[in-house]
């Protein structure tokens, strides 16, 4: 079995700043690209940030310049550093990761439970 557990969301005013992380963990050989997406009231889940194995990322123009994504591989974990927080920055933020399972060849792609943050004065 392969879980992913967030932490780090809660409730902040505009301009502050919150980091959100994401274990995986168990039978894990190798984890390859992981991301974050958010998913706001009323709207389709949307990618915001992504990082391969190597360190090479991407993201959402939205969230550029404000948001840092970053991983542990050592950990099997990833970050999102977000700052200059925006109302429209609140939604649950989802991390996924590609990981290939102890004695398995496929790579299946994983979801964590998400996290909600909320930004409000």
């Known amino acids: 079995q392969v879980q992913l557990v967030e932490s780090g969301g809660g409730l902040v005013q505009p301009g502050g700043s919150l980091r959100l992380s994401c274990a995986a963990s168990?039978?894990?050989?190798?984890?390859?690209?992981m991301g974050w997406y958010r998913q706001a009231p009323g709207k389709q889940r949307e990618l915001v940030a992504a990082i391969t194995s190597g360190g090479s990322t991407n993201y959402a123009d939205s969230v550029k310049g404000r948001f840092t994504i970053s991983r542990d591989n050592a950990k099997n974990t990833v970050y999102l550093q977000m700052n200059s927080l925006k109302p429209e920055d609140t939604a649950v933020y989802y991390c996924?990761?590609?990981?290939?399972?102890?004695?398995?060849?496929?790579?299946?792609?994983?979801w964590g439970q998400g996290t909600q943050v909320t930004v409000s004065s």
């Open positions: 996924n990761a590609e990981i290939r399972r102890l004695g398995l060849r496929n790579i299946y792609l994983y």
């Open positions: 168990g039978s894990i050989f190798s984890i390859n690209d």
